[in-house]
């Protein structure tokens, strides 16, 4: 057994331990896989990774434990340990965990250059984890019944009145998504002046969670577009309600759970429907706040829904356009390479990006302004659009 690999063993038999201590079972187990999967790959990887970084492995892996160990005292770090902790973490172990099929191949005999790939791809992922590009979507209701669910293409307004919208959704405020960050991104959003800014959910992150004010202050600029900033619950947020309610209301966001309003616009009035986040009996619950809150007839009607999954719940005629957000755009993929598949789409029914269709009602999916969970984004970037909706 080499040093490296009594090493690696040790930095993840100490985050365990204190884990279990500070944080409880659940939280232990959740993190004993996670990083047990890696320190498995980065172990039997060992003398390839030397080759490629020298003694660099040794400084990235040490910082992965270092990262996954702060994690047991969770709270928003200053720039210095994100840039020479998190940063060299999240790069390493997203390539480290890409890698393994090729890691395979070269123990058959391809030759060490090939593991350039998975890493190159994870430092694109360091760069698509830290920035917002800004882009311009137009979605036309064109009426067409698309039958099931499936993806549907993007079409082109032709000049007329348009319904201009930007979409803000799983900022997750942590490592790569900074307050200050996330407030230039709420800048601008209220600089391009749109008629409605809708937020989908999931502000927050384990290390955010922690930090209170943190929400208000990001979100403040938005206070400039009050009367035209509506939002809906995601999955996270019920991890610290209380502080997501209160930043929205500080910010003058109007937040709908389960409920419906509407809002005059240039195209004329349009009516919001804004879905909490559940867990169970989603279809149910979907039939009653509609029940609750029919669509006017003639009424343009956006739906805000966190999770796209529930989408195929919703009763048939009842979105002219719902967004989303939730699967970070599938996070991993190769949409920067102009191609759709993703991580999502390879392995569930899921949508993922993108304009979806079933029947007459449309479904918008936002690649994410920040992400969570896989600890980069890799060929799938961040996305900060303005959607122009033209009724066809």
């Known amino acids: 057994m080499t040093h490296f690999t009594i090493a690696s063993l040790a930095g993840y038999l100490l985050v365990m331990l204190v884990t279990w201590r500070e944080r409880g079972r659940f939280f232990a187990m959740f ?42 005292w969770p709270r928003l770090r200053p720039w210095a340990v994100r840039w020479l902790v998190s940063y060299p973490a999240s790069f390493f172990v997203a390539g480290t965990l890409l890698g393994w099929p090729v890691a395979i191949a070269v123990g058959f005999g391809l030759s060490d250059r090939w593991l350039l790939l998975p890493y190159g791809f994870a430092l694109l992922g360091v760069i698509e984890s830290m920035y917002t590009p800004e882009t311009v979507r137009d979605v036309v209701l064109d009426g067409m019944d698309a039958g099931t669910l499936r993806r549907y293409p993007l079409g082109k307004t032709n000049g007329g009145p348009c319904l201009q919208i930007v979409q803000i959704t799983d900022p997750h405020i942590g490592p790569f998504m900074t307050i200050a960050r996330l407030r230039r991104i709420c800048e601008r959003a209220v600089a391009r002046n749109p008629d409605l ?26 206070a400039a577009a009050r009367g035209k900033v509506f939002a809906c619950l995601g999955n996270h947020d019920h991890e610290a309600l209380h502080a997501v309610k209160r930043a929205l209301a500080s910010a003058g966001v109007t937040l709908l759970v389960d409920e419906a309003t509407q809002v005059e616009t240039p195209i004329g009035r349009v009516q919001i429907l804004g879905f909490d986040f559940h867990f169970k009996d989603r279809e149910q619950r979907m039939l009653e706040v509609c029940a609750k809150y029919p669509r006017p007839e003639g009424m343009l009607r956006i739906a805000l829904l966190h999770d796209p999954g529930a989408f195929k719940r919703m009763p048939e005629g009842e979105g002219d356009l719902v967004l989303a957000g939730h699967t970070h755009g599938g996070q991993v993929g190769l949409v920067s390479f102009g191609l759709p598949w993703t991580f999502v789409s390879l392995v569930t029914s899921l949508p993922d990006h993108g304009l979806w269709a079933r029947g007459k009602d449309r479904l918008y999916v936002h690649r994410g302004t920040g992400h969570y969970g896989f600890p980069l984004r890799v060929g799938v970037p961040a996305e900060q659009s303005l959607i122009r909706v033209q009724r066809g």
């Open 31 to 72: 993190s004993g896989v996670a990083l047990g999967i890696f320190t498995l790959v980065g172990a039997s990887m060992q003398e390839h990774l030397f080759v490629l970084f020298g003694h660099a492995r040794d400084y990235m892996m040490g910082m992965v434990y270092l990262h996954f160990l702060l994690m047991v």
């Open 197 to 222: 800014i809708c937020l989908t959910g999931d502000f927050l992150t384990i290390e955010s969670n922690r930090a209170p004010r943190a929400l208000d202050e990001a979100l403040a600029p938005l």
